[in-house]
């Protein structure tokens, strides 16, 4: 697990050493262990690196041993052991013990082909020195980020946009579009991000970008082309047992030691058993929960699943001067703005995990794989209703995160101005989908392609990383997000509760009762905190914050400010504004500014 960045330069240029040093400082966090920069030609690479696998050997960016290919990568590929074995017998021996190496001697075979050989989480920058060609790749689900910008005199990409703010050329600029995305949808989603001409590399999809600095878009993988099964549930329980297994086994694959984050809910419990199964033993394993507030936790429930298994467990109690002083160093972790709470205790777990630890498993992705959330399921009233309302996705993804009467009075005018409809992501993905499917596959479908990379993983690639440590989501691997994708509906949902086959599957592993508890989710008491004087002394910061004034309209804050004290609505306008007003000063005005861990957030909302 690691930080990359670099660029491809026009033809004549070569690259700045200490521009490439500079990029690198701000993935620092990604990779503590070692760094190393590698200039050829009109490219420039440069990695920081967490070491995982091949501890002694995996200095990047790695050179092939004729000279003429070079790579800086971030992530594991599970299954270099089979590949390196395959690779062996065609005569491409590999000289470390890294993972990555698996990626460059690929390549050295079988082109751009080798991506679909691949299973892990990754993305990476290659070098072709003989075709002369940058290429950036990354993995199938988006575990992995990577991000891209198109220059007058070059292409640079990095890991996280902090790291290509120090060679823009003037002063970043917010996109209005992915604005308005985050506060409408709680996150943007598709190629744009927040800050104008900066991309993603999309899921599944690799770069290739010649010396005239002309990018051809290579699609390796879509979910598109899953095709739905008819199957009996003993056949498809056995499959899922193989499948498991071999995922697990993959997935285990490190030279540290590793951990659990445990919630107490299914998923998480699954992975505690599967390790057990496969022998992980007594490892370390952390859940999180709340002092002083009203809402519930799964402490107990967590505990109860350690103990089943044997881990060594460390539960975490949380006051809530605790959870929000991580705001501001969780929006710089993030680089992205997207409203999810939970944010705010995963950085204080992967704090505490990463005083021991490098890596840690982590249960996210199951509920997309096996249609475990109730929006993929609701009663046909609720769809029929939403769908005349809000055409175009089934009655999905149609809510707004902001109530209509604050859109109207707080959004200044370019943000009004913005053409393309806030749903565009989530039309787009559903009308893409086969005809073959049926709605709870576009449902989970959209939801792999809009909120699993450009929300759910965005928490948990970058809460863990900003403190050195590698999260493994093994319900990811893309063998079972086709499995889950292709069962019938039938498998997935019953009597409107989701996940029907993993828990059939699970029950004889788990302690005894644990499936029959409701399903709490990682939820965060932001209503406990977000009152009172807090709420006031936000709003007069607000009015301050150089971004909130030039993106919407102040006199409407104290409004604002008074709904959400007496009771009726606002907190999550208010808090999506307090979310911005930080990016803003961290992202925009005075790019380099890195909070602590634990701060006022108040304090951070102006200089």
Not at 261 to 281: E, I, K, Q, R, T
Not at 415 to 431: K, M
Not at 453 to 475: A, H, I, Q, S, W
Not at 560 to 580: C, D, I, K, N, P
């Amino acid at each position: 697990m690691c930080g990359i960045a670099g660029f491809i330069l026009r033809d004549g240029q070569r690259p700045d050493p200490e521009q490439l040093e500079r990029m690198a400082a701000r993935l620092a966090h990604r990779g503590p262990d070692d760094s190393g920069i590698y200039c050829a030609g009109p490219v420039g690479l440069a990695q920081t690196r967490l070491s995982i696998i091949g501890l002694a050997t995996g200095h990047q960016p790695l050179v092939s041993e004729d000279g003429r290919l070079a790579l800086a990568a971030n992530g594991e590929v599970y299954n270099y052991i089979e590949l390196n074995a395959a690779l062996r017998e065609q005569g491409r021996s590999p000289r470390t013990g890294s993972d990555s190496e698996t990626i460059l001697l690929s390549y050295a075979l079988h082109g751009l082909e080798c991506l679909t050989q691949l299973r892990g989480m990754y993305a990476f920058a290659l070098h072709d020195a003989h075709t002369r060609r940058l290429i950036l790749g990354r993995d199938r689900l988006g575990i992995k980020p990577l991000f891209y910008i198109s220059l007058p005199d070059r292409i640079a990409f990095a890991s996280e946009i902090k790291a290509l703010l120090p060679i823009l050329p003037e002063r970043p600029q917010v996109a209005p579009g992915a604005l308005r995305q985050f506060l409408q949808n709680q996150f943007a989603s598709g190629g744009d991000t927040l800050i104008a001409g900066i991309r993603r590399v999309l899921p599944g999809e690799a770069l290739v970008i010649d010396a005239d600095l002309h990018i051809e878009r290579y699609r390796y993988w879509s979910a598109l082309d899953v095709v739905p099964r008819t199957i009996g549930f003993e056949d498809v329980r056995a499959e899922l047992a193989d499948l498991m297994d071999n995922v697990m086994r993959e997935h285990m694959r490190s030279d540290v030691p590793f951990g659990l984050f445990l919630s107490g809910g299914v998923d998480s419990a699954v992975l505690a058993a599967m390790l057990h199964d496969h022998g992980a033993g007594h490892i370390k394993s952390f859940s999180v929960g709340y002092r002083g507030t009203a809402m519930a936790h799964e402490l107990d429930e967590a505990a109860r699943v350690a103990a089943h298994f044997g881990l060594d467990h460390q539960p975490l109690e949380l006051d809530l001067a605790q959870v929000f002083g991580r705001i501001p160093h969780s929006i710089w972790c993030a680089d992205e703005l997207m409203r999810d709470y939970a944010s705010l205790p995963t950085s204080i777990l992967a704090e505490t995990a990463g005083a021991e630890l490098k890596v840690v498993f982590s249960g996210e992705g199951g509920d997309e794989v096996f249609a475990g959330y109730r929006r993929y399921h609701p009663r046909w009233p609720e769809r029929w209703f939403k769908s005349i309302l809000h055409p175009g996705s089934g009655g999905f993804r149609t809510r707004s995160q902001w109530v209509r009467q604050w859109s109207r009075r707080l959004f200044g005018s370019s943000l009004r101005s913005v053409s393309t409809p806030d749903r565009a992501p989530f039309l787009n993905a559903w009308g893409e989908t086969p005809a073959s499917w049926s709605d709870l596959q576009r449902r989970q479908y959209t939801d792999l392609v809009t909120a699993l990379p450009d929300n759910l993983l965005v928490k948990t690639d970058r809460m863990l990383m900003g403190f050195g440590v590698e999260g493994r989501v093994p319900f990811l691997d893309h063998r079972l997000v086709e499995f889950g994708l292709a069962l019938p509906d039938r498998l997935k949902v019953q009597r409107h509760q989701g996940k029907w086959l993993l828990k059939r599957w699970a029950e004889p592993r788990l302690p005894p009762g644990h499936l029959e508890r409701p399903k709490r989710g990682f939820h965060v008491p932001v209503g406990d905190w977000l009152r009172g004087e807090v709420a006031k002394q936000i709003g007069q910061r607000l009015a301050q914050n150089r971004g909130i004034r030039d993106w919407f309209q102040v006199d409407a804050i104290p409004a604002l400010v008074a709904a959400r004290q007496s009771g009726q609505g606002g907190s999550r306008e208010l808090f999506g504004l307090m979310q911005f007003a930080i990016w803003h000063r961290l992202f925009i005005e005075q790019p380099g500014l890195k909070p602590d861990p634990d701060e006022d957030p108040l304090e951070w909302i102006t200089g």
